[in-house]
DNA sequence: CTGGATCCAGCCCGATACTG
DNA sequence: CAGTATCGGGCTGGATCCAG
């Protein structure tokens, strides 16, 4: 019923604490190992890296290319459907810098990026 | 650094399972009663309305008026800040529907676009 | 009419250890 | 290197009842 499919559909694929951020880096890089993805979020553990990384797969967003060798390989990229989420990515990137913003100019100009920026290092 | 800290920011204000289509709802109608709301949303209860509404408020989303009473009447509104999401909900929602496109000519060619169009009709 | 309070099931997510 | 297995805490969200 109304819109609230497509608000549940898309919260249902990149909700999730990591899954934004891994496709953030996806877009970036292009090509990414699971090493690679891992220090990019050095919070992450591999289980949840990995869990995340299925879901988004299943959902056709990113692509899992596996390499037979010793040590093992395995490359995940975004797919083409998966590229149709840039604008959403972009606009929440936007709007998370505006309202990190907004929050030093509620709480106080002092520290007006302090607090943001203790956050934005992860 | 990481661009994690506005995707998170963003989960944490838009994540939950009704946030975007409470905003939805009122960026569409302007203002909104409680009992409004709860018509537009006939399966979420008033415990997580409120709950949702509340956090909204916290973090400058939505506005919330109270007329002192009886019986009571409590309306809700975007703020300015929240308006600025405006564009995010209309890239969820694009591609939301983009999505629910892609999955049947993933899964079926057979329904393709009824179940997707019944879904968006709001 | 607009909530608050309480109880409870389930899931998300993290820490740790182990594997081919 | 790229995962899996297991355990457990904490939070999310639903049902129900109570209140101003």
């Not at 951020?21 to 050095?42: D, V």
């Not at 990995?50 to 879901?55: M, N, P, S």
Request: charge should be negative.
């Amino acid at each position: 019923m109304s819109a609230n499919c497509e608000f549940t559909t898309v919260l249902e694929i990149l909700g999730g604490k990591w899954k934004p951020t891994i496709m953030y880096h996806l877009f970036s890089n292009g090509t990414m190992r699971f090493s690679e993805l891992q220090r990019a979020m050095p919070e992450i553990t591999k289980k949840m890296l990995t869990a995340q990384l299925r879901e988004l797969e299943y959902h056709d967003i990113v692509h899992r290319e596996i390499y037979q060798q010793i040590p093992p390989k395995v490359e995940y990229s975004m797919t083409e459907h998966g590229k149709g989420l840039t604008p959403v990515l972009m606009a929440m990137n936007d709007w998370g810098k505006a309202h990190l913003n907004h929050l030093s100019t509620l709480y106080g100009e002092e520290q007006p990026l302090n607090e943001a920026a203790s956050n934005i290092e992860g």
